[in-house]
């Protein structure tokens, strides 16, 4: 085997892995949630879901409970 051909092969092995590797699944979906819901600040500095479902985010305004 020269070369070139454990080159290649090492390439494709590689490709094949992190192709497999890093898959995902394109059911994510993501929402904004905005001055609409009662969020009034513009940024959000730490995001915590509760055992109830609740979302909390932590604001330079303080803390806000979203529920969906």
């Known amino acids: 085997?020269?070369?070139?051909?454990?080159?290649?092969?090492?390439?494709?092995?590689?490709?094949?892995?992190?192709?497999?590797a890093y898959a995902q699944d394109a059911g994510i979906k993501f929402e904004r949630?905005?001055?609409?819901?009662?969020?009034?600040?513009?940024?959000?500095?730490s995001i915590l879901q509760d055992r109830q479902g609740f979302m909390w985010f932590g604001t330079l305004d303080g803390l806000f409970r979203f529920d969906g």
Not at 33 to 45: D, H, K, N, W, Y
Request: aromatic letters at 12%; proline letters at 0%; charged letters at 10%.
């Open 33 to 45: 949630i905005g001055r609409e819901q009662g969020l009034t600040a513009s940024s959000v500095l």
């Open 1 to 20: 085997m020269t070369i070139a051909q454990n080159i290649i092969r090492s390439f494709l092995i590689v490709f094949l892995a992190y192709s497999y």
